[in-house]
């Protein structure tokens, strides 16, 4: 797997919490965000929890996150059909692989 690195915005709070919980899976931010988009990525259109974010509301900041060259191409298909920031993507799967409130 190529990886490259993009930046998006995501909230501080779940930032936070991301590199918590990556220190906790012994992985890094990245790897855990780049787990969560692939299996996002893998489930059927009608198998995908329902878009409930259009953009991060939230005080947050650019983060930099290495992403699977493949995983990222199809998110950026996706962002247009789901008519949405690559950011909200990420920020709402985060979320809810989190147990965050949307």
Same mark, same amino acid.
């Given at each position: 797997m190529s990886k =490259?690195?993009?930046?998006?915005v995501l909230s501080d709070e779940l930032w936070m919490l991301i590199n918590e919980r990556a !220190? $906790? @899976?012994e992985t890094t931010a990245s790897g855990l965000c780049d787990y969560v988009i692939q299996h996002y990525l893998s $489930?059927?259109? @009608? @198998? #995908?929890?329902r878009i409930q974010l259009r953009q991060v509301h939230e005080h947050g900041g650019? #983060? =930099? $996150?290495?992403?699977?060259?493949? =995983?990222w191409a199809k998110l950026r298909a996706l962002? !247009?059909?789901e008519k949405r920031p690559i950011s909200a993507i990420i920020e +709402? +799967?985060?979320r809810l692989y989190l147990g965050l409130a949307i």
């Amino acid at each position: 797997m190529s990886k =490259s690195q993009h930046k998006i915005v995501l909230s501080d709070e779940l930032w936070m919490l991301i590199n918590e919980r990556a !220190v $906790l @899976e012994e992985t890094t931010a990245s790897g855990l965000c780049d787990y969560v988009i692939q299996h996002y990525l893998s $489930l059927a259109p @009608e @198998e #995908r929890p329902r878009i409930q974010l259009r953009q991060v509301h939230e005080h947050g900041g650019m #983060r =930099s $996150l290495y992403i699977d060259k493949a =995983s990222w191409a199809k998110l950026r298909a996706l962002k !247009v059909q789901e008519k949405r920031p690559i950011s909200a993507i990420i920020e +709402q +799967q985060m979320r809810l692989y989190l147990g965050l409130a949307i």
